[in-house]
């Protein structure tokens, strides 16, 4: 299993998120009201916008393009204009580091 | 560039694309990203405020408009009725339909569809024209959203100041909407999987609007249509006069907001009605921002923005140089001088595109 490190707990605020880029793709990190961490694909699927300029509230990560909204836990899109749903993929903590699996 | 054509279907779409133009990064004014998220922070308290006091002084205008029926006296209540049915539903429609007005997601819902009603717009369809809109902000044949073209015909916006161009375009596009979902430009921004919202949307307000005529001719008069169609066209003055002035005059087919958006200073009534929406290129950059939160951001980035007009007259004034202009060179655009704090203006695309734009156009 690729787990990569991709940065440290204390790099991403609660209810915030921060981009992380490997290996010619880009991801988006959350860091959600529950206190765990969650990765998403880092660009929306309505028009490739990078995600980490966005607003996280609650479970939802809002697009800084035109307000469309994702569950960042699932993915599922939620709110137009985005229809199709974002990709999520594993995360875990090892100490202090946030990894997660980009398979 | 010449003739524009702003078809969606025309030369100068497939020329925005071919370009790169439409793939091409807006400019953002940098904030850092603290500051971003206090201004992004969503509430439901000044919407609220804001929802309860305009639904509450409709009811009101409406209820004396009635009572004084047929007299003069009651033509100020049915003004000052139609301005908030005509042009304060478009702010809200606008608002709501970024999602940013309220926090709770059912509110924003709501007025959504109560706003696109009164200003006769699907909302399944009207949705996604303006988000194109944000994306390819006045790109000829990609925005749908244009309200200013090259050259500027001058009856249509006079006309239009009463809404009846947009009333005249709206009634036979409800109409086939309902009987067969979006046209075929309208296919082109909206996906698929809405064509049959846009459907039955347009059932809806069709029926509510042949309802309002029913009664008007049962009872043998036309005040249900003054409270209901008809502000529409005589409350638009507002909506329209604001509207002209977010673009107007300015650059088309650029990257930056601060080359294509206006942003003016506007007295409190104006903002209560336009929702702040008088800070435009502030809104275009980042629509992140609710309504409530646009004085603020303006604050943090005006050093990076050309200096706002002071007032309706002085936008219009400006504006109105800029657009007798163009009647004569489509091609003049008004380019306002950056304070010496701002970054310059990313006009590299602008300039170089071949096709796009001849440089030197702006003075
Ligand atoms: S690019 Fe994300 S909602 Fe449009």
Known sequence: MPWIDACAIDDIDEEDLIRFDHGGATYAIYHGVDGRFYATAGLCTHENVHLCDGLVMDFTIECPKHNGQFDYRTGEAKRAPVCVSLRTFPVKVEGDRILIDVQ | MGKRDYSLFGADAKRAVESGLTAAEWYHSDLPRKAMKDLMARSDGPAIRDTVLLYGLMIVFAAVGIALWPTWWSVPFWLAYGVLYGSASDSRWHECSHGTAFRTPWMNNMVYEVASFMIMRNSATWRWSHARHHSETYFVGRDPEIAVMRPPEMLKLVLNFFGIL????????????????????????????EWGKVRRVAQIHLALYAASVVLALALGSILPLMVIGLPRLYGAWHHVMTGLLQHGGLADNVIDHRLNSRTVYMNPVSRFIYWNMNYHVEHHMFPMVPYHALPRLHEAIKAD???????????????????????????????????????????????????????????
Request: proline share 10%.
């Open chain 2, 166 to 193: 947009d009333v005249l375009k709206f009634f036979p596009n409800l109409i086939r909407n309902a009987l067969a979902g979006p046209t075929a430009s309208e296919k082109t921004y909206v996906p698929q999987s």
């Open chain 2, 305 to 363: 923005l050309p200096a706002p007009n002071r007032s309706i007259a002085d936008a219009f004034r400006e504006m109105w140089q800029a657009l007798k202009r163009q009647l004569a060179n489509e091609d003049y655009f008004l380019k306002r001088e950056l304070p010496a704090s701002a970054k310059p203006y990313r006009e590299d695309f602008h300039q170089y595109v071949p096709g796009i734009m001849a440089p030197n156009a702006a003075e």
